[in-house]
């Protein structure tokens, strides 16, 4: 429905009266709905604001965004900048989106149940059963991966246990959690309903294409990273992936264009550029892969990539 919004006219619209700002709002929210649920971070319209930007809005919208695309860093700077602008201009899910993007766990534990205590707060009015909601679909999820990355896989589980069914961040969730505890088949099934939930949403695809892929099922892990392409084709993660699964099938020519692509939507990802290196080190193009890791030297990795990216630099 959100796709169906952005390409309106005001002209379009039934005589009922309604003002060109109301309408022009509507689409813009359209557009960023869409962008958000497609993975297509780079898009303009997801850090629109919607007629003119409270003091620091533009910060924290530009900080989430940046913490979708792996830009840990620039995502932090943003975040301060949001901050310091006061005003309660940036919200949880921002400092969220960027403490995940840092793989910070603990702050993004954090950023849960202060994105509860937000829900709280603003539901003081409001029948209880709203908060519950709010509660179960947007903190609970959160939660439990930050406790399951943090290897609190009771208190993960206890949280997302109290979801609903009928979530797709709710469900999904329980896929990766039964990834990270390695239940391969437990997460096949979660990320299956995910997908028949909200089959034209990339995420659940691509998660379930990063499990195959750890798993060593790279023919596999390529289908799902087809599908989620498909549904989000400015989703960077599932080409990078794509990419990986790729290289370890000696492609490294599709491999090469995949890790180009992905980094027309995720420009500032540490792994990408790592991999991207690395695929052109394969292709004999050496001055070009040092160029690459140097890149992601300055960039957000994790400690297995610290690592990768210190035995192929100057290697």
Request: hydrophobic fraction near 45%.
């Amino acid at each position: 429905m959100a796709r169906a919004i952005g390409p309106l006219h005001e002209g379009d619209q039934s005589p009922v009266r309604e003002t060109h700002a109301a309408f022009e709002s509507m689409r813009r929210f359209g557009e960023r709905s869409a962008a958000s649920l497609t993975g297509d971070y780079a898009n303009p319209a997801i850090v629109s604001c919607f007629g003119a930007c409270a003091p620091g809005e533009k910060f924290a919208l530009d900080a989430r965004v940046a913490g979708l695309e792996h830009d840990g860093r620039n995502g932090a700077r943003l975040l301060a900048l949001a901050r310091l602008a006061g005003d309660d201009d940036y919200d949880a899910t921002t400092a969220w989106s960027v403490a995940t993007a840092n793989f910070d766990w603990s702050g993004a534990e954090a950023a849960a149940l202060e994105l509860q205590h937000e829900i709280a707060s603003e539901s003081v009015r409001l029948p209880s059963r709203y908060l519950k909601t709010e509660e179960a679909t947007q903190v609970l999820p959160r939660l439990a991966l930050a406790d399951a990355r943090l290897g609190k896989l009771t208190d993960a589980r206890r949280a997302i246990d109290a979801t609903p069914l009928d979530c797709y961040d709710c469900v999904r969730t329980r896929g990766d959690i039964d990834a990270i505890e390695q239940n391969r088949a437990g997460a096949a099934y979660w990320f299956a309903e995910a997908v028949r939930q909200a089959p034209s949403i990339p995420f659940a695809y691509a998660d379930w294409g990063e499990m195959l892929l750890h798993e060593g099922k790279y023919n596999a892990a390529i289908a799902k990273f087809a599908q989620a392409h498909a549904k989000g084709p400015h989703f960077a993660d599932p080409l990078e992936m794509w990419g990986e699964a790729l290289m370890q099938e000696n492609h490294s020519g599709l491999a090469l264009a995949k890790f180009e692509e992905a980094n027309k939507y995720a420009p500032n990802w540490g792994r990408l550029h790592l991999k991207l290196g690395g695929a052109l080190g394969y292709a004999g193009k050496k001055d070009e892969a040092q160029e690459q890791f140097a890149v992601a030297a300055g960039l957000e990795r994790t400690a297995a990539d610290r690592a990768e990216l210190a035995k192929v630099s100057h290697g």
